[in-house]
Structures are given as C-alpha cells and as structure tokens.
C-alpha cells in the first residue's frame, strides 16, 4: 500500500546534506548549520571557512516585516496580504523537525477555512534568513512557470517581536503517495526546462546552497563554461583543496572541462539539486502528481538536471523516456554527465569527506581520457 508522506518529511533537506538513499530517516537527519560546520578534510579548512563566513553572498531582501504578538500572528498577516482574505494560522501537527541553517520546520492551519500550510522558519540574525530567501525565490520561479508541480511559496516575511525576530517561507502544504508516473514527472521537468533566463545569461537572482554548502550563481555569466569553471568546479576544487591534485592536472581539467562543455546549451531554469529524494507524487485536486522541491534553482544547463538523477539513483525508465519523448537531449551529453557530477561528488567530499575524494579523482580521471 502507498505510505503517506507529508511536506514536513520531504521537505526538510532544504539547506542540508545531500544523502545517499532516500530515506524516510534520511529526510529526518539535520546536517551541521553552515557557520558551524566542519569541513570534512583538514586541508580544506581555511577554503571552507572563508567560503561559509559568508554562507551566501549578501543581498537585498525584498521583506515585509509584521509586528504580530507572535510568529504565527505575523505569518498570518503575511498570508493575509499575499492571499488577499483573512487568515488566522493556529498550529498544526505535520512539522516540528530542524532544518539546516538554523531553520526550523513547523505546520499550521488556516481557522477560518481549515486549509494547512507547512512552515520553515530561522532566526533573522542569522545566515538561515538568507537561506529561506533564497528558496522562496527558487520555488516561487519554478512555480510560476505552470510546468511541474512545487509546493506553492505563499508568503515570505519577518516577524519583528517576541522572542526575537524571525523569517519565515511559508508554501502549501502537500500530501505525498508511495508512487506515481515517471513519464508524467520527465515530461514536465523537460517543459520547464524550456523556460530560459530573460537575460539570456546563466545564473540566478541570488546565491543560494547545495545542500549545506553556498552555492554561488552571480555575477551573471554570458557563457556556459565560463559559468560552470568559476561558480561551479572552480568553487568545489577551492573547498577541496583541488581535490589534492598539483596545479598542472588541475590546469588540464579546467582545459578539458572547457572543451566538454563547449555545446552552447540555452541557459534553462533547472532544479540544481535533482536526486530521488527530491521528487515524489502528491495527490492534488484528486490525482497523483509528480512534484519536485528542495531546490538549488538556477539557470543552466539543463543537462545537469538529467546528470545528477544518476548521480543516487531513483529515477526509472519511464522518467528518462518521459523526458526524451518531450525534449531529447543532444548528442555528447553521457560524457558531460561525468562533468557535471564531478561537481556533486566534490560536494560530497566537503560535507562527508572518505570515500567521495577518491571517487572525484577517479572522475576527473576519466574526463581527462575523453
């Protein structure tokens, strides 16, 4: 039979570590905070430390503030203003778990009509409230694109008062079922790849995070490789200490890399962290949905989406089908995907440490032999 799974299960690895099997008990595992973290490899830690003393690059939130006697009154107003009717959110059961950053995850629901919401929430003294920024930014522009479901962002904001002040995302909430159709989730991640930049540039409004590591995407870039050698690879190796390579092999991949990645791709608005544990099947308006969430939104190559349901598994036949049947994917894009998964592994290797430095090298390996 289906199990049931809600929103506050299957959305709490915003922000966190990617796990390597998408678990019931993965989603409920926190990883470290950022300005907390200890990278996993001593030589990576002056790199680490530098990167994560800023978590994401700081910029200018577009926040309305609430002076409510508490939280759940000034996310009420926030849902009010967005909603444009009353709402008065009571708590609700469905939440509770940490999220990373210092995100807090909780559930409420609307008195008035009955209707639930899941919450995340973090102190806006800290680098969580950027963090939940970015998100709701990521949501909010795979949402509005009407091609695969999200949970809906609903409001974000700043609640000014006791017992501190707090942002707070608040999206609907979902129902998850055990399983759904593959072929509709490919085909619908395909149309909303065909969303571009409306610069005709790769990037994003802001910097946001791959699982609990900053994941820079401005300054805006015209070209794919450039992007990918300064916001993505050259990024990793700099965390990684070049993944304890001398500077002559490092040299030769950034060369390789950037021949690889020479195919001119339309700067598609991508999920960015697209394992299996970041996808599943909720009943909307009576039928079984795919939906996708907990994202590192950017615009890319929307082959990297592709890559990385390979780098864990989880994603079967149909999928692949599904999506090849909507938009196939160019000629040369199996020996990208190991460009593109290098940068997931490298990532790996900076939250976890063992096994994934050796798995890196092995890559970078075999894309210098391409």
Known sequence: ?????????????????????????????????????????????????????????????????????????????????????????????????????????????????????????????????????????????????????????IAFGEHHGAPRDINFVVFEYLEFSGGGNGRELGQDLAKMHRVVSDNGKFGFDVDNTIGATPQPNLPWIDNWADFWIEHRLGHMLKLTGDAGLDKETINKLMSKTRELLSHNPEPSLIHGDLWGGNKGYAKVDGSIVPVIFDPATYYGDREADIAMTYVFGGFGPDFYEGYESEWPLPDGHEKRKTVYNLYHILNHDVLFGGMYLRQAQGMIDSILRM
Do not use: W
């Open 1 to 153: 039979p289906a199990v049931t799974q809600t929103i506050a299960l299957t959305l709490t690895l915003s922000c966190l570590a990617i796990f390597k099997l998408p678990s019931a008990s993965a989603f409920l595992k926190p990883s470290s905070a950022p300005n907390s973290f200890s990278p996993a490899r001593a030589g990576s830690s002056q790199q680490l430390t530098s990167c994560l003393k800023r978590t994401i690059t700081p910029f200018a939130m577009s926040t309305s503030t609430y002076n409510g006697e508490n939280l759940l009154e000034s996310m009420s107003r926030a849902c009010s203003d967005t909603l444009g009717r009353e709402v008065n959110l009571e708590t609700s059961r469905g939440g509770g778990a940490s999220g990373g950053g210092g995100a807090s995850i909780s559930a409420a629901t609307d008195s008035n009509t009955g209707e639930k919401y899941f919450i995340k929430s973090a102190s806006a003294s800290g680098g969580g409230s950027n963090m939940l920024y970015a998100e709701y930014i990521g949501v909010k522009k795979m949402s509005e694109t009407n091609t695969i479901k999200v949970p809906k962002p």
